[in-house]
């Protein structure tokens, strides 16, 4: 079956623009995770939704960052007003329990702001 | 707060060499420990785990095991093969099944024919 799928692959904008990632996780799952990776770093937790509701956005790093999940599969994440700072890999993982390790990951979206 | 350290890469090897890749860690009570890989195009993937002091984790000849005493998880495989080529990350999350991991800032591995 299809894994977590994640568009664009990449993206360069330009400072102050919005852009809009979008992860489509895999069927069934429930859960639905972001990440951001800077460049030599590890992931780092953005947010965490269960269904349609954000169960934890306590990783996001301010209210620049947004998130949605609308019908509890397609999550979009939404960065307004960008600045180079934010340039990195989103990544999002899905899974259908709760746990770090049932977590499977998408391919990631190379966000580079000018 | 938790913590992650990792050996920095690039590791360079030859097809056949045994390959050890450092990681410890610094958390409060018991975490689970894990080792993910992450192939050029492709997305994280869980390679092995533990979940308890001296448990030792396995999958596709690579091992890590569990060293509460030396709070480290060091990657091991006796013989790498080129597909082995990758990046690795060490990442441990919090006891009771945590949903938010700690990640290391990962080890590039590259193995020549």
């Known amino acids: 079956g299809a894994g977590v799928s994640q568009t664009p692959s990449n993206k360069v904008t330009e400072k102050g623009k919005y852009v809009e990632l979008r992860c489509d996780p895999i069927?069934?799952?429930?859960?639905l995770y972001w990440y951001r990776q800077s460049l030599g770093q590890g992931p780092e937790f953005l947010i965490y939704?269960?269904?349609?509701?954000?169960?934890?956005d306590s990783g996001l790093p301010n209210d620049r960052f947004f998130a949605v999940r609308p019908e509890g599969s397609v999550s979009t994440l939404k960065i307004q007003r960008t600045e180079r700072g934010d340039s990195a890999v989103y990544l999002c993982?899905?899974?259908f329990g709760q746990g770090f390790d049932e977590q499977f990951f998408g391919p990631g979206t190379r966000l580079t702001v000018l | 707060g938790d913590s992650v350290t990792q050996m920095e890469g690039p590791v360079t090897l030859s097809e056949e060499a045994f390959l050890t890749i450092n990681c410890t860690y610094t958390?409060?009570?018991?975490?689970?420990l894990f080792w993910y890989v992450q192939y050029p195009g492709e997305g994280l993937q869980l390679l092995l785990k533990?979940?308890?002091?001296?448990d030792k984790g396995s999958n596709k000849g690579f091992e890590a095991t569990y060293r509460k005493e030396t709070t480290s998880f060091h990657l091991e495989k006796g013989s790498v093969q080129v597909s082995d080529s990758a990046v690795y990350f060490c990442a441990l999350s919090a006891s009771g099944g945590s949903y938010i991991p700690t990640f290391g800032r990962g080890t590039s591995l590259i193995v020549h024919p």
């Open positions: 069927s069934g799952h429930t859960a």
């Open positions: 958390a409060t009570g018991y975490p689970s």
């Open positions: 993982a899905s899974s």
């Open positions: 533990a979940t308890k002091a001296d």
């Open positions: 939704f269960q269904g349609t509701g954000a169960a934890d």
